[in-house]
């Protein structure tokens, strides 16, 4: 088993704010987040506490780490992860909320967005340090047994051996906390990238232009797409892959299948008007078949963007919502 890149890339590399309002200046604040790095572009008419704006988003991002890092022990959810216990098990208030969020569109995709399954990646090399897990004599279990409780903020497990892995919807929600607190200082123009996972507010019409990667790296960006108050995030299974008996497979689990898809050509950007549900759902629709993708997409008015290289050739198809973003 060898590893072939861990490496969280930027899929989408260039944003830029385009503003005809000389009134406003302009801030730039970056850091390091979830392996990889962050960049929040602020306009405003009034000084800004740049430091103290800064302290905490690292803040907020380091929250979100300790509780939701799988690659952390010590995270919360890997002390929930490590228990054998299959009664309620009362959470903080944030891995609550991911996890409902994280049911919620295992519900819209059919469960193709499936938080349980860890264990899988785990199995395969997922993880720079490889993790013990608990083994159960079957592997007889979904979302659906990720059980929560409102009334108490608790969460039960129906199976010891369930291993939720948040890495497909963490930074999404750290890009909405992020927005929400931004929002709270009275800031309502700015951009959120963490790692690719962007979210964007402007208070006119004037609009945000976000460059998406070229995955074959034949080009430096593949499609443009034009953005007000939206958030849109992207997943490939060219990120992050790994050599599994002989075969590149891709970090994206089929939860249907229980297999990593080795079709490592893949992306799908997704855009709507939260990052969580963004994040979430290229997460999940990525790992569907791949002549259902747009169909579903259509069908449940998902604003996304399909491409896949085929044979040298370039596939590339867009949702009837995301057409309208393809535009200023």
Known sequence: MEHKNLSKSIIISFCLLLSGCNKLDNYLISGNAFGSVYFVQIQSDKTINKEEIQKNIDNIIYNIDIIASNYSDNSEISKFNSSETTKFVFVSHHLYK??????????????YFDTTVGDIK???????????????????????????????RAVRKNKKNINIDLSGIAKGYSVDLIAIYLKSININNFLINIGGEIKVSKENDEVFKVSIDDPSGNKQTIEDIFLTNEAV??????????????????????????????DLSLLVTVIHENCTTADALATGLIAMDHDKIINFANSNNIALMYLRNKDGNLEK????????????
């Open 98 to 111: 991911i996890l409902e969020k994280s049911n919620q569109i295992s519900e819209l995709t059919d469960g």
């Open 122 to 152: 785990i199995k395969k090399g997922f993880y720079i340090n490889q993790k013990k897990y608990i083994k159960g004599k079957s592997r007889n279990f979904t979302y659906k047994d990720i059980v929560l409780s409102q009334e108490r």
């Open 317 to 328: 198809k867009f949702s009837k919502s995301f057409i309208k973003y393809l535009s200023e």
């Open 233 to 262: 995030a992207t997943s490939g299974t060219y990120q992050d892959f790994v050599e599994y008996k002989g075969e590149e497979i891709s970090h994206i689990v089929n939860p249907k299948k229980l297999e990593n898809i080795s």
